[in-house]
Nanobody, 119 residues
Framework: QVQLVESGGGFVQSGGSLRLSCAVSGSIFSIYAMGWYRQAPGKQRELVADITSGGSTNYADSVKGRFTISTFNAENTFFLQMNSLKAEDTAVYYC?????????????WGQGAQVTVSS
């Protein structure tokens, strides 16, 4: 089992920055990829950025050059640094960890963090 706890959401003006954190506990050794997703009101959840255990990253076109995903630090926490925020970035942000155990993949999700950007 893996548990994810998010922090760092909030309210910021357009052009500002926020950093989201995702603290992971449990069977961390089984995790091989992490990511951040977001869901705006009335829209489907979408990928923001993800990163593999080898450090390969992937970003949505809408956030390239503004957001940066990082892998685990020494406290088993990974981050999403969000700069130059825009009103359209307003959403609930979720972290996700994908694990492999005995040949089976499983996705674990954080509880979500509200990010609100005023225009």
């Amino acid at each position: 089992q893996v548990q994810l706890v998010e922090s760092g959401g909030g309210f910021v003006q357009s052009g500002g920055s926020l950093r989201l954190s995702c603290a992971v506990s449990g069977s961390i050794f089984s995790i091989y990829a992490m990511g951040w997703y977001r869901q705006a009101p009335g829209k489907q959840r979408e990928l923001v950025a993800d990163i593999t255990s080898g450090g390969s990253t992937n970003y949505a076109d809408s956030v390239k050059g503004r957001f940066t995903i990082s892998t685990f630090n020494a406290e088993n926490t990974f981050f999403l640094q969000m700069n130059s925020l825009k009103a359209e970035d307003t959403a609930v942000y979720y972290c996700k960890a994908r694990s492999m155990n005995r040949g089976y993949e499983h996705d674990y999700w954080g509880q979500g963090a509200q990010v609100t950007v005023s225009s």
